[in-house]
């Protein structure tokens, strides 16, 4: 299985991305850069964290026009896992390829500290390693990760499986004190209709050996790679 | 022409900035304040187009990019000058 990493202008999480997929799982990846046009040869992609762009107008706003979305999407629709990472996740949202937006944290501030998610299940390309009941570290980073969705939306987002995780606390349960950006349901991360689209705000991929302080993250990407 | 563009936050979307200067406001003893709502003000310069063109232009660019149907609402106007 071939990963591409995206590379935009402002990315800056897309070595440590690759670094857990190369060094750490010894598959295969590769940088892919925003000007390309095709995915072809690559079986899933990672959109990696940063700040594309520079965040201007809105976080993920102006990425999701780079010439290399057109080919995301494509293979999304062909089925191929895609994740995407903070400013990932906030391309995808921005591309349309997933329901919602993020908006400021409900504090206004930049947040980066350890939190804790919970999957909602495991029946996703992404959550197939890992244990519902069980909940995983790993660190949040940023300023715009207020997931916000209509009622109506978020209904029909839980009625088809489609939150991936949840912040909770060191028991496992949602509280307030434990999200830390004040998104809707303490939601932390969101699929697509089919699944196989997922996009969150926490990274996995630094949190990938024990000197990071978890290797939590590790099991997503494990999850991804037995999928594709 | 040129178009002015005004991005608000949604009815209902959580708007962290309104709420921290409404706060702001209330610290500083001015009254009367209800709510506060912040958004974008945005102007587009097109020297060459009408006003028909102008408005059509300007409204594909809200649609495709300024605005984020999913949290933000746009109310455009089109105003002579170049």
């Known amino acids: 299985m071939r990963v591409a990493v995206l590379v935009f202008p402002g990315s800056n999480c897309d070595q440590d991305a690759y670094h857990a997929i190369k060094n750490i799982l010894g598959a295969e990846a590769e940088f ?4 390309e046009k095709t995915l072809s040869g690559f079986d899933a992609v990672i959109i990696p964290g940063g700040f594309s762009y ?29 994740m995407g990472i903070c400013n990932g996740f906030q391309i995808l949202v921005e591309a349309g390829m997933l329901p919602g937006a993020l908006i400021s944290n409900a504090s206004l501030r930049f947040v980066s500290r350890m939190v804790a998610l919970r999957p909602e299940h495991t029946d996703s390309p992404f959550t197939s390693a890992l244990d519902s009941s069980a909940s995983y570290a790993m660190p949040v980073a940023h300023q ?4 916000a969705v209509s009622p109506d939306q978020l209904a029909a987002m839980e009625e088809h499986g489609q939150i991936a995780f949840r912040y909770v606390d060191a028991r496992g349960k949602t509280t307030a004190k434990a999200n830390p950006n004040g998104s809707t349901g303490h939601i932390a991360g969101v699929l697509n209709k089919r699944r196989n689209v997922l996009g969150l705000m926490p990274h996995p991929e630094r949190a990938v050996e024990a000197l990071m302080g978890s290797a939590d ?12 | 022409m040129k178009a002015h563009v005004t991005i608000m936050p949604k009815e209902g979307i959580l708007d962290p900035q309104g709420l921290t200067v409404g706060k702001a406001l209330l610290n500083l003893g001015i009254k009367g304040v209800r709510e506060v709502r912040i958004g974008k003000f945005v102007e587009i310069d097109m020297p060459k187009l009408t006003r028909e063109k102008a408005e059509a232009v ?12 999913n949290i933000e609402g746009y109310t455009l106007t089109i105003v002579d000058g170049g």
Do not use: Q
Request: net charge positive; hydrophobic share 50%.
């Open chain 1, 32 to 35: 892919v850069w925003h000007r």
């Open chain 1, 54 to 82: 520079g965040d201007y107008l809105r976080s993920g706003a102006i990425a999701r026009f780079a010439p290399i979305m057109a080919a995301v999407k494509k293979l999304a629709d062909a089925g191929a896992p895609i």
């Open chain 1, 217 to 228: 993250g590790l099991e997503l990407f494990k999850s991804m790679m037995g999928a594709a």
């Open chain 2, 58 to 69: 300007a409204t594909e660019a809200c649609e495709k990019l300024l605005a984020n149907p």
């Open chain 1, 144 to 147: 715009s990760g207020n997931f």
